[in-house]
């Protein structure tokens, strides 16, 4: 059995459970409606504390974290009727089985969400699947997270629908996580932040755009643009848990791109689309010890 599988469940014993709370869902859905129109004339009451995604930021940043990931402050999800109506919501319990099921699938499948797997078990940072991601609602802005408080990545069921953009989430976000378990990253720092952004976007996001891979510029130019990619994508990254103007965010990238673009642990190379980069990468992880 690959080493990635090696946690509480196996994967077919995950996929049976997800059926079976499939069912139960399906069922609880009618006993929570007649539940939730009495619960709609009780008062409101809102956990004072306990946003774990947001402990380790700034205190003014709390509210902007907290909107984007609602779930974290300890509320379940609760949609309007409005967006009941005419938004197609309504359905969480049904999407984030169906969002779990995809996250344990690409964890069998994906070479590229295997590596990183694997790099963090060798590091000392394993992930049990059930423990450490998270399929939650958030905000329509964003399509996953990194918890550092809690340790967990968080894949949105609502913005993150399929098994290719599931997959740039997790690539995205466990690169945080390793970088969080291999460099004990302060996240209170934004130069950390502004790092660790640089990497997921060198080695997950920008790697896989068309101007990198097929464009119809030079060498140079590809590699301007590519760098140009991920200095755009770390500096929204930090303007969307930072309030901050672009420009200190672009300043503090800038700061520390040159070190950080130039780190490829663990994946080892920049993967091009199309190519065969995640085979040989996959094959490489044994030379830095990864498995
Ligand atoms: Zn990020």
Redesign the pocket.
């Known amino acids: 059995m690959p080493t990635w599988v090696d946690c509480s469940e196996s994967v077919e014993e995950a996929l049976a459970r997800l059926d079976a709370e499939s069912k139960a869902n399906a069922a609880a859905r009618m006993a929570k409606k007649a539940a939730d129109a009495a619960a709609a004339a009780a008062p409101k009451q809102r956990p004072l504390s306990g946003n774990a995604l947001i402990d380790a930021m700034k205190s003014e940043d709390l509210a902007k974290c907290r909107s984007l990931y609602p779930e974290r402050g300890g509320d379940p999800y609760k949609p309007s009727w409005w967006n009941i109506m005419f938004g197609g919501e309504g359905r969480e319990g049904l999407d984030k089985i169906k969002c779990e099921r995809n996250v344990w699938q690409i964890a069998k499948k994906s070479h590229l969400v295997r590596i990183l797997l694997d790099a963090l078990k060798a590091s000392g940072c394993e992930v049990d699947i059930r423990r450490h991601i998270s399929c939650e609602v958030c905000d329509h802005s964003v399509t996953g ?2 918890d550092p408080i809690l340790n967990q990545v968080v894949v949105c069921q609502n913005t993150a629908r399929y098994q290719g953009l599931i997959q740039g989430v997790l690539t ?2 466990l690169i ?1 996580m390793f970088d969080y378990c291999r460099n004990k990253m302060d996240l209170t720092d934004a130069k950390h932040l502004a790092c ?2 640089i990497r ?1 976007a060198n080695l997950a996001h920008c790697s896989f755009l068309s101007a990198w891979t097929y464009g119809s510029a030079s060498p140079f130019n590809i590699k301007q643009r590519h760098q140009e990619c991920v200095k755009q994508r770390a500096t929204d ?1 930090v303007l969307a848990v930072r309030d901050m103007p672009k420009e200190e965010a672009r300043e503090i990238v800038e700061s520390v791109f040159d070190k950080c673009y130039g780190d490829l642990e663990p994946i080892g190379r920049r993967i091009r689309r199309g190519s065969d980069d995640i085979r040989k990468a996959y094959k490489e992880r044994v030379y830095y010890g990864y498995i």
């Open positions: 997270g990194y995205h976000e945080h660790t952004e997921a990254s």
